[in-house]
């Protein structure tokens, strides 16, 4: 049983709806991170959180926008999306920086329609 | 040039031959490595940290080379169980958070 939690597993969106992600983590983890995994490309860093404060940004469109209302949730808002966002949108929990592992939860698979 | 480089493959092998991948990173910097596997439409999970002194966990081996900044991955014995892509991960530390992927090197082990 997986300690990182995603819900919808699988999400069919239309261009002009808004939709969320949501992620929970049960192992205690400090920092969590929303990662895009599109077809034939290496995982993309989007966000990172770190004791519910936003680490890393990077260069995401603002139509994704995240929420971390506490250390074990994570969120992602969606709004406006275009279909090249189709993709699957991983969400991760690490211990902390000091080279430690990230657990991965098993994702959303979305689609823009 | 990328900041971690695999090839793609797909790697075709037996059952029970030794297989081995590489992985090279750009960041001298970097600080802990890992290797993960993803099977297909699913997450990536881990397999194994890569230490400096090296380890081997059954029939995985992972070495790290800082000098020429590459990790390896050496698969003995093949299994069918082993088909999956094996993604390799750097992690830039010094307070990052930043998880680099390469892009994977797929696997087919053949009956």
């Known amino acids: 049983e997986t300690g990182v939690t995603q819900t919808p597993r699988h999400l069919v969106m239309g261009m002009t709806n808004k939709k969320s992600l949501k992620c929970e983590q049960h192992?205690?983890?400090?920092?969590m991170y929303w990662y895009k995994q599109s077809a034939k490309k290496p995982l993309e860093l989007m966000f990172v959180y770190s004791l519910e404060e936003r680490v890393e940004n990077n260069s995401v469109p603002s139509r994704f926008s995240p929420e971390c209302p506490n250390s074990s949730h994570l969120f992602l808002h969606l709004h406006t999306l275009q279909p090249e966002d189709s993709a699957l949108y991983l969400c991760?929990?690490?211990?902390?920086?000091?080279?430690?592992?990230?657990?991965f939860g098993q994702g959303t698979r979305l689609t823009v329609v | 040039r990328k900041e971690v480089e695999q090839d793609p493959g797909p790697f075709n092998v037996p059952e029970g031959a030794t297989v081995a991948f590489n992985c090279t990173y750009s960041?001298?910097?970097?600080?802990?490595f890992f290797w993960y596997r993803q099977d297909c439409r699913k997450e990536p999970k881990l397999l194994m940290s890569v230490y400096s002194s090296g380890n081997e966990d059954g029939r995985f081996t992972a070495q790290l080379n800082r000098a020429s900044q590459y990790i390896s991955l050496l698969i003995r014995d093949s299994k069918l169980s082993d088909s999956a892509t094996y993604l390799c991960?750097?992690?830039?530390?010094?307070?990052?958070?930043?998880?680099?992927f390469g892009t994977g090197t797929r696997l087919k082990v053949l009956a």
């Open positions: 991760a929990s690490s211990q902390d920086t000091s080279n430690t592992e990230a657990f």
């Open positions: 960041n001298s910097a970097s600080q802990s």
């Open positions: 192992l205690g983890h400090n920092a």
């Open positions: 991960v750097v992690n830039e530390g010094s307070g990052t958070y930043k998880y680099i």
